[in-house]
């Protein structure tokens, strides 16, 4: 019998068959683990070093440095945080001779070979320290070429975040490269001083930071975005320190144009004409969120604003924090003149605003641009980043959007509608709405820099596990409360699934990546990736395709997948050997029964596949309940005696159980709701602790012929996302069980 906690350090112990209590403290622990911690805002010079879309930064550096000779060497070099020791692989795609360092030790060397061949890639595994990790690139010019491409592997979930060294780019995002020189001048143990001013370094360090003085002289409008050729307009946005409890308030400066001044979403200031003003307001109690559109002129573009307060010089301050940034206000343009736009809706990291070239004709979107060379904000994810064991240490996972955290988030929410606990379900719809209001922004990013910096699955949408999970939570979430850009998000996953996914002749859904190890193959996970969503979105939108459609995939995926000697599910059908694996891994039959109860619940009662389903149901249920073993626990290999216990799939399946009987599908001539309550006793004994930790869950799962690598390869984490969200779930059905109610909601 396996055994991850004490009996006295069990739920169980501390508060033995009151399940509600369980759930509480389960609930309390993720949210308190957990703090909304926003997207980090960063100094980013969008003429620094940019990723492709994989994610790998281009650190091509010819066309940066056409006059280097051969010979010649040049430094990338940049900081990577790392909340706790972490494993991740990269890869480097070499563009001539690289020599890569981390922490001042070698770590990769080219050969020969890999020098010269055009496509050449290496897998460079990196154990990341906790605390800062500094990484220096060597590229040599030859003709073959000069420097490399560099990131990590799946980058869109294994996110590596680079910020700048040096004194005087503290707290910026992005790689510096040097110039070229004629020797080499760092590597083991002589890294440049990541803490020191890098003009102590001997060697020029780009993308620069500082203006030149030509340029430092122009208006700053002028200075960011070039002279018109017509009339255009700007905008300059920062925060005064003052409330209420001042007793005047004055706004002074001049304009090289009409300008209009709101303070907190209030015009108080509007000039028809270039030139110096002077206005003296009543202060009021608000956020001092200052606001300035003012258009080009004659003699230049651009403003300048002081404010006082009874008669001090107030110091204006950043309206966001802006890491890396050391000055108070954000610009944005060029804006047609003839665009209005809402004050209010302005002064947001998430908004972009409707761009004009120089000429006035419309140019896409722009965004906060920051009074240094070519340097915008950039808001960046930098919560828990995975690993390639997917742990995530003890980061807060707020923030992002991935398939475990949209089991959570749904778990959270019916967790809050049970207990009527509305601080959750208010915790739960920020994490989604964090991801959801910066949808627009991070394809706008993608778009200008290659790679996303927030949302990467949900932009990089390529798989369900990209979008169907979470997608399905944030359903949940416009059901109990609706909201615009919820339903927007989903129709775009809608299309997604409906038509661009790749299907097999007959319709199912599989993986097709070439190159990937799991290039034409079929997983029973993404029944659950792609069902509950595709069922929601069918409520919502009214859309019988989509209900139709994971009815159908039910049906499709159990004609490959199911052992019907065993009733239990294959985890993966794969096509390049023409066969299943007839490997029954826990979770992924947890996965199936999951969420055909979902698709089940909502699918009307003459629906031509009802019927097929429901027996799928009932026969698969008496499968996976012959495994149960006398702890109340399923094993990670569901038909291997020796395989441990796992608390994911015991989770699902209990949470299967509980709503076949409280929906009326499953037979009475068999207890399925002692299997139940006996799962989740087993749960609540073995799984979870008297602080809300679970444990017994195994983390993200690639796939194999052989049940060895799900026993001994893939072990289980202490509060893994793929198992929180379903204990809530499980202990909301039990519950809900025991108590013969119906549900909240």
Request: with cysteine; net charge negative.
């Amino acid at each position: 019998m396996t055994v991850y906690i004490e009996p006295r350090d069990s739920a169980r112990y501390a508060f033995g068959d009151e399940e509600r209590r369980i759930l509480e403290l389960v609930a309390s622990r993720y949210v308190g683990a957990n703090p909304p911690i926003p997207f980090a805002c960063r100094a980013f010079s969008h003429q620094g070093i940019l990723q492709n879309e994989e994610g790998l930064y281009d650190m091509e550096l010819t066309s940066r440095w056409p006059q280097a000779a051969n010979g010649d060497y040049a430094y990338v070099y940049g900081l990577v945080w790392s909340d706790n020791e972490r494993s991740i692989d990269c890869n480097l795609e070499p563009i001539g001779p690289i020599r890569l360092y981390m922490n001042d030790q070698p770590l990769f060397r080219t050969s020969a070979v890999e020098e010269m061949k055009p496509d050449a890639r290496v897998v460079i595994p990196m154990l990341l320290a906790k605390g800062w990790n500094r990484i220096l690139i060597e590229a040599r010019r030859t003709p073959a070429g000069f420097g490399c491409r560099f990131g990590a592997d799946e980058a869109k979930v294994r996110i590596l975040n680079v910020l700048a060294p040096f004194s005087g780019r503290e707290g910026s995002a992005g790689w510096v490269f040097s110039e070229p020189v004629k020797k080499s001048c760092y590597g083991e143990g002589n890294f440049p001083d990541d803490r020191q001013p890098e003009e102590e370094t001997g060697i020029r360090w780009l993308p620069r930071t500082k203006w030149r003085e030509e340029e430092e002289a122009k208006p700053n409008l002028e200075r960011l975005y070039g002279s018109p050729e017509t009339t255009v307009a700007g905008y300059g946005w920062t925060q005064l320190p003052v409330s209420g409890a001042a007793d005047s308030l004055v706004l002074e400066g001049c304009v090289f144009g009409p300008a209009s001044v709101w303070l907190d979403g209030k015009l108080v200031l509007s000039l028809a004409e270039a030139g110096a003003f002077r206005e003296s307001l009543k202060p009021e109690d608000g956020k001092g969120h200052l606001l300035i559109r003012t258009e080009s002129g004659a003699r230049g573009w651009g403003f300048e604003l002081r404010a006082s307060a009874d008669g001090k010089p107030l110091a204006l301050e950043q309206p966001v924090h802006i890491h890396g940034y050391g000055g108070s206000w954000l610009y944005a343009g060029p804006i047609a003149a003839n665009t209005e736009l809402d004050a209010s809706m302005i002064g947001q990291v998430s908004t972009l605003l409707p761009a004009a070239d120089l000429n006035g004709q419309p140019s896409g979107s722009t965004y906060w641009e920051l009074d240094m060379p070519q340097t915008r904000l950039r808001p960046f994810y930098e919560n828990a980043m995975l690993s390639n064991k997917w742990t995530v240490g003890t980061a807060t996972n707020y923030g992002r959007w991935d398939y475990p955290l949209g089991v959570t988030m749904y778990g959270l929410l019916r967790t809050a509608r049970e207990l009527n606990r509305e601080d959750w379900s208010n915790y739960a719809l920020s994490h989604i709405r964090t991801c959801t209001d910066m949808y627009d922004y991070s394809l706008w990013d993608r778009q200008e820099y290659g790679f996303p910096s927030v949302n990467h699955q949900l932009v990089l949408m390529r798989m369900l596990d990209n979008c169907g999970s979470f997608g399905s939570a944030m359903l949940e979430a416009h059901l109990q409360e609706g909201d615009g850009i919820f339903r927007r998000i989903a129709d775009k996953v809608a299309d997604f699934m409906l038509k661009r996914l790749e299907r097999r002749e007959d319709g199912a859904f599989f993986r097709l990546s070439e190159g990937e190890y799991f290039d034409n193959t079929l997983w029973a996970d993404d029944l659950y990736m792609s069902g509950p969503f595709l069922t929601r979105y069918a409520v919502i939108s009214g859309n019988r395709e989509a209900l139709d459609e994971a009815a159908r995939q039910f049906l499709l995926f159990r004609h490959y997948l199911f052992m019907e000697e065993e009733r239990i599910m294959s985890h993966v059908y794969d096509f390049k050997y023409g066969q299943a694996t007839r490997v029954p891994w826990g979770r992924g039959n947890g996965w199936v029964l999951f969420s055909l109860s979902e698709l089940l619940e909502r699918l009307p009662e003459d629906h031509p596949n009802r019927d097929a389903l429901l027996d799928f149901f009932r026969t698969m249920c008496s499968g996976v309940a012959d495994l149960q073993g006398s702890s109340g626990l399923w094993r990670q290999v569901l038909n291997e005696p020796e395989a441990y216990e796992e608390a994911s799939c015991t989770a699902m399946f209990a949470y299967a159980f509980a709503r076949g009987i409280r929906f009326g599908w499953l037979p009475g001539n068999r207890d399925y709701a002692a299997a139940a309550r006996k799962a989740w006793r087993g749960l609540t004994e073995k799984a979870i602790d008297r602080s809300g930790n679970v444990h017994g869950v195994c983390s993200g799962s690639r796939y194999s012929f052989s049940p060895d690598y799900y026993m001994y390869d893939l072990r289980t984490v202490v509060n893994d996302n793929h198992g929180i969200g379903i204990m809530m779930l499980a202990g909301v059905e039990v519950s809900l069980l025991n108590g013969a109610r119906k549900p909240a909601g």
